[in-house]
């Protein structure tokens, strides 16, 4: 039997730079940094704008992947981080996600994700 071991992180940060919200290379750039300070290797990633109204964006990573949500006109920025791994420490995350879009704070929830997985079998009886 293995045991998976992680944290699932769902944050809204407030009072962001509303410019930086807006755009979406800076967007993507400043999230794949804070993702590699968080030990995230990213293998793939995919942003999408909506006609300027905002943007979402996921990063797929080994044992974790990471979402954001824009809500520029309400300077909000919003953050679900879910990881299945001990060297993954998305909490990192947040101070520099505060930092890097002049925001004044943020809410967050936190889940300790510790999980049995035995075989298929097992799952499903």
Not at 2 to 13: F, Q, S
Not at 55 to 75: C, D, K
Not at 95 to 102: A, E, P, R, T, W
Request: aromatic fraction near 6%.
């Amino acid at each position: 039997m293995m045991k998976v071991k992680g944290l699932h992180v769902l944050a809204e940060i407030f009072d962001c730079d509303m410019d930086l919200l807006a755009d979406l290379d800076q967007l993507e750039t400043i999230v794949k940094d804070t993702a590699a300070e968080s030990g995230l290797v990213v293998e793939d990633s995919l942003f999408h704008q909506y006609n300027q109204e905002g943007i979402s964006g996921v990063l797929l990573a080994p044992h974790a992947n990471m979402s954001v949500h824009t809500w520029p006109q309400s300077r909000r920025l919003v953050v679900d981080i879910i990881s299945c791994a001990e060297d993954i420490h998305p909490l990192a995350s947040f101070d520099s996600l505060i930092s890097k879009f002049n925001a004044s704070h943020m809410t967050a929830e936190f889940n300790k994700r510790e999980i049995d997985v035995g075989s298929v079998e097992t799952l499903v009886s």
